[in-house]
């Protein structure tokens, strides 16, 4: 047997580059929010093809910003999947709208769209699906499914009003740079909001960003300068201008919320901006060693890769046929042993305890938990090399094994 190997999940791949531009911002005498910050955005940007980005301390941060800036709250509902992370949903509840959850369509990771369609209300506002694992949801779909729908909604402010019909905020924290129909992810979406936590392909430490398409009517700078009133206190200067010579004075416009990115994140952002069609290149690879690999064994990966889309490969999930959530665990034990750090993606959030005191109950949600219990996440990240690929291949194969022999 192959020597013991120490496989993490998804550690962060940080260089000298990404060292030496923290050490050039704290030695720049400005670590807060500041030109690095505005740099980053501008790259992001031009990255995901729209006029504008911000940069806030999570994509939480963005989500939520997003149901603030669209003045949802109590009285509205707001449409999610019941497969995601609790952020998809609890940013919904902290604005004080109503949550509704959304089963998955069979055999399938992305809700299912016509129960999206059966759940649109008079008090829908806004639908918050989600790119699992890094691919992109069809968005066409749901484009075609809100403007069916237009005829219930209306509008509670001239963002909402301008937009004519539900929102579309997009869950993209594993999705940047990922594209569906040939649309980079942040261009598709009326919002779309990714993370850059510690786990993700493109890390800033902690962060997140949040893009957006032109909306008629309302100029693209005042939609920015909303974002930086909400996630600044409400302040009409950042603390850069504030500290300028003679520039202290400002105004608060509104009780805001403290959700801005540092130049120290931005600075690690941008050396891993430069380095990211790298990483994606690399993700591709252990993607294919991984499936050419698994044929022939009763599995079913998720699909990165097909005619309509190119995922940006942030995990490979995979279902193991003909087994539950019990015999699911002992492979996510036996693969630990081997040293191998394994996970799932998700458990639908019904079965959480803070969703199931909304009453929320995992039997409504057939197609969510029939996912979950034979998920198991296996390591994807560009610290991998071939052979660490293979050494995991091989764990899972023997634990496999094991569990379908008891």
């Known amino acids: 047997m192959e020597l013991r190997r120490e496989i993490k999940l998804s550690p ?28 980053f955005e501008n790259e992001i940007a031009n990255y995901c093809g729209t006029a504008k980005a911000v940069c806030l301390n999570s994509a939480t941060a963005a989500l939520e910003l997003c149901l603030r800036l669209l003045n949802i709250g109590p009285g509205d509902e707001v449409i999610t999947s019941a497969y995601t992370y609790t952020a998809s949903a609890s940013v919904i509840d902290h604005v004080g709208a109503k949550i509704i959850l959304v089963d998955t369509a069979a055999d399938s990771y992305e809700m299912d769209y016509s129960q999206l369609e059966s759940a649109i209300t008079s008090k829908t506002k806004a639908i918050i699906p989600v790119d699992i694992a890094g691919v992109m949801c069809d968005y066409d779909r749901i484009i075609e499914i809100l403007e069916k729908k237009k005829h219930l909604f209306s509008g509670k402010s001239d963002i909402q009003n301008a937009i004519g019909r539900v929102a579309l905020i997009a869950d993209a924290a594993h999705s940047f740079g990922a594209t569906y129909k040939g649309r980079t992810s942040g261009s598709v979406a009326d919002f779309t909001c990714f993370s850059f936590h510690a786990v993700k392909n493109l890390t800033t430490g902690e962060g997140g960003a949040c893009t957006w398409k032109d909306i008629p009517g309302i100029g693209c700078d005042e939609i920015y300068k909303q974002f930086m009133l909400l996630s600044l206190h409400g302040q009409t200067k950042d603390a850069l201008s504030k500290m300028q010579l003679g520039g202290w004075e400002f105004d608060i416009e509104c009780t805001g919320y403290k959700y801005n990115m540092t130049d120290i994140m931005a600075a690690i952002g941008l050396e891993q901006l430069k380095r990211y069609p790298k990483f994606l290149k690399r993700r591709r690879e252990i993607i294919e060693i991984y499936s050419s690999n698994l044929k022939g064994l009763e599995v079913k990966p998720i699909e990165h890769i097909s005619n309509e889309h190119i995922s940006s490969m942030h995990l490979y999930l995979v279902r193991v046929n003909s087994i539950n959530a019990e015999e699911r665990d002992k492979i996510f034990y036996k693969m630990a042993e081997d040293g191998i750090a394994t996970l799932v993606h998700y458990k639908p959030l019904p079965m959480m305890t803070a969703y199931k005191k909304m009453g929320f109950d995992i039997k409504d949600f057939p197609n969510a938990y029939y996912q979950y219990k034979n998920e198991i996440s296996l390591p994807i990240h560009t610290l991998l090399s071939d052979e660490d690929v293979k050494y995991v291949v091989d764990s899972f194969k023997r634990a496999l094994d094991e569990v379908r022999k008891c």
């Open 12 to 39: 962060p791949d940080i260089t000298d580059a990404e060292i030496n531009a923290v050490v050039e911002v704290m030695k720049s005498g400005w670590i807060t929010t500041g030109p690095k910050t505005k740099k």
